[in-house]
């Protein structure tokens, strides 16, 4: 059915972009404050993978 | 209304840029009278009139007007509003067709002869019509299931081992409060500004090739063409995102009543 399609589609872009947005803000904000370069790259890693295990949890076990 | 755009300026062609959506105050320095302004108000009163006409008389046999009238209606409280939220979804018919009638004659704006701007490629107009959403469909969650149930559906998610949720309530959180509300006035706000960009560049650059020398006189036409062809895209593009602004509502207002999301 297109709005399910649509709504899924729409909400899988949104926990993608928290996913950046908030563990790659804190990766930033540690790689500020220690003085490091990569945290921000494991930060958005970690928030990538966080991300598509939401998306998981979602709609992949039904 | 009142000042024409040019495509040349001192320097040659100028190309269409963001200062094109920064209208000058009609009145004076008053900075409520910008052409958006007025072509908000101008859509309700042509909603509204349209509508009042529409449903007066409203017969077993209808008129013309009265049958698009209510088709409109029906598409917005069936494919909308029935579909999406389900069974008590008649309360929420009379905001939804609201946000769906003011956004397409907002959008079309765009394209009408002689008004040709898309209230919505101001990006506070789309803010303001995310904030309703937002405290609409927050508001009927706490109704229906409390405030703290509710908090706790978005936050925890059942069935997942404790030690996820420090990976993922966090997004959730985002998701849900600021995410969703901003990508759906910024989804809105994009198209519309980036269509009037777009129609700007073909039909400024056919404006500017006429007159060149008469090589590129003769490419200008090409330009104009692309650009009426644009106009049609640009139709669909309008009905669409008013149709997207409003699907996505619905689908909050019934992320919200549902009992698990």
């Known amino acids: 059915m297109v709005k399910r399609e649509e709504s899924a589609m729409w909400s899988i872009f949104g926990y993608l972009l928290s996913g950046l947005l908030f563990w790659g803000g804190i990766g930033y904000g540690l790689d500020q404050w220690l003085g490091k370069s990569y945290l921000t790259l494991i930060g958005l890693l970690i928030g990538v993978s966080g991300a598509i295990y939401l998306v998981w949890l979602r709609f992949g076990r039904e | ?261």
């Not at chain 2, 917005?76 to 009379?94: C, K, S, W």
């Not at chain 2, 303001?128 to 978005?154: D, M, W």
Request: hydrophobic share 55%.
């Open chain 2, 1 to 261: 209304m009142g000042n024409v755009r040019r495509s040349s300026g001192e320097g040659g062609f100028v190309p269409p840029g963001s200062a094109d959506f920064e209208l000058p105050p009609i009145f004076g320095d008053n900075a409520y009278t910008t052409k958006p302004i007025f072509l908000v108000f101008l859509s309700i009163i042509l909603i509204s009139l349209f509508f009042i006409v529409a449903s007066r008389r409203a017969a077993i046999v209808p008129s013309k007007l009265q049958f698009a009238g209510e088709s409109i209606y029906g598409f917005v409280r069936n494919d909308l509003a029935r579909d999406v939220i389900g069974h008590d979804f008649l309360r929420f018919v009379p905001y939804l067709f609201t946000l769906f009638t003011f956004i397409l004659v907002n959008n079309l704006f765009g394209i009408i002869p002689l008004l040709q701007f898309p209230t919505m490629s101001r990006v506070s107009f789309p803010y303001v019509l995310a904030v309703t959403i937002y405290l609409v469909f927050h508001y009927v969650g706490i109704r229906k299931q409390g405030a703290i149930k509710y908090f706790k559906e978005i936050m925890f998610m059942p069935g997942v081992p404790k030690a996820a949720y420090i990976l993922i309530t966090p997004l959730e959180i985002l998701t849900f409060f600021v995410v969703r509300p901003a990508t759906l006035a910024l989804r809105l706000f994009a198209n519309m500004f980036a269509g009037h960009l777009l129609l700007l560049v073909f039909i400024l650059g056919g404006e500017h090739l006429l007159q060149g020398v008469i090589g590129l006189k003769l490419i200008s036409p090409f330009a104009f063409i692309i650009g009426i062809a644009l106009t049609f895209f640009e139709f669909m593009v309008q009905c669409l995102q008013a149709y997207i602004f409003t699907l996505l509502a619905a689908l909050y207002i019934a992320g919200a009543l549902a009992d698990e999301h």
